[in-house]
């Protein structure tokens, strides 16, 4: 059973387009994560939700938009695409948002803007 | 403000040799925890180890062990008589009480046969 999946793995589009990425985690986790990685894989979070409720918004453009319909979903909105966006994001869940846990990562979602 | 150096980018090694990778960390939080995660090629992060910033004790894993030096903000990873499947991107990370975990940079350990 995948723990955190998300689809699609490959994202191949035109620059303007609006996108979608989904993610679903089957572990009864109450945090859910949508996080960056770069061409130089650096990593960085971008959003966390708690139960549903955003708790972490790092500095990300308003194009980005995050929305959890319920506890073992995060889906990620990208509206009006634009080629710096082309990277593999991940998501990711903990058992809840405390530092202690540790997070389990989804397979990623390669994005390439043409 | 949290964090975390890996400075060594990449590290080629012939198999069965051993390596260690490098973590230093930042902050002035006195609770904190650390963790280790690794990104084989096939892309997915998996969790290796967690610390808490109130165990200085080494542990040891099979062929993976980790040294917590509270005294030099240090977390290094050593694997022992490396094998090809390990190689893989490995990140340090950091994460304090109410606040995000910071990952480094990764060190992409490259295990040549």
């Known amino acids: 059973d995948t723990a955190v999946s998300q689809t699609p793995k490959y994202l191949v589009t035109q620059m303007g387009n609006d996108k979608s990425i989904k993610c679903e985690q089957n572990l009864g986790h109450d945090t859910m994560y949508w996080y960056k990685q770069d061409s130089k894989k650096f990593l960085k979070i971008m959003f966390s939700?708690?139960?549903?409720?955003?708790?972490i918004n790092e500095t990300v453009p308003n194009r980005f938009s995050p929305k959890s319909p319920d506890k073992a979903h995060l889906n990620l909105h990208i509206n009006s695409l634009e080629l710096g966006d082309s990277a593999v994001y991940f998501c990711?869940?903990?058992?809840?948002?405390?530092?202690?846990?540790?997070?389990?990562f989804g397979p990623g979602t390669r994005l390439t803007v043409l | 403000a949290q964090k975390v150096t890996q400075a060594q980018t990449e590290i080629s090694v012939v198999e069965k040799e051993d390596v260690t990778l490098d973590c230093v960390y930042e902050t002035r939080d006195t609770t904190y925890y650390l963790f280790w995660y690794k990104q084989p090629p096939s892309g997915e992060l998996v969790f290796l180890i967690r610390r808490n910033s109130f165990d200085e004790q080494n542990e040891i894993s099979g062929r993976y062990s980790w040294n917590f030096q509270k005294s030099t903000s240090s977390f290094n990873f050593t694997i022992t008589a490396s094998q090809v499947v390990d190689s893989a991107v490995y990140f340090c990370?950091?994460?304090?009480?109410?606040?995000?975990?910071?990952f480094g940079k990764g060190t992409r350990l490259h295990i040549l046969p």
């Open positions: 990370a950091l994460s304090v009480l109410d606040d995000k975990i910071i």
């Open positions: 990711a869940s903990s058992q809840d948002g405390t530092s202690y846990n540790e997070q389990f």
């Open positions: 939700y708690n139960n549903k409720e955003l708790i």
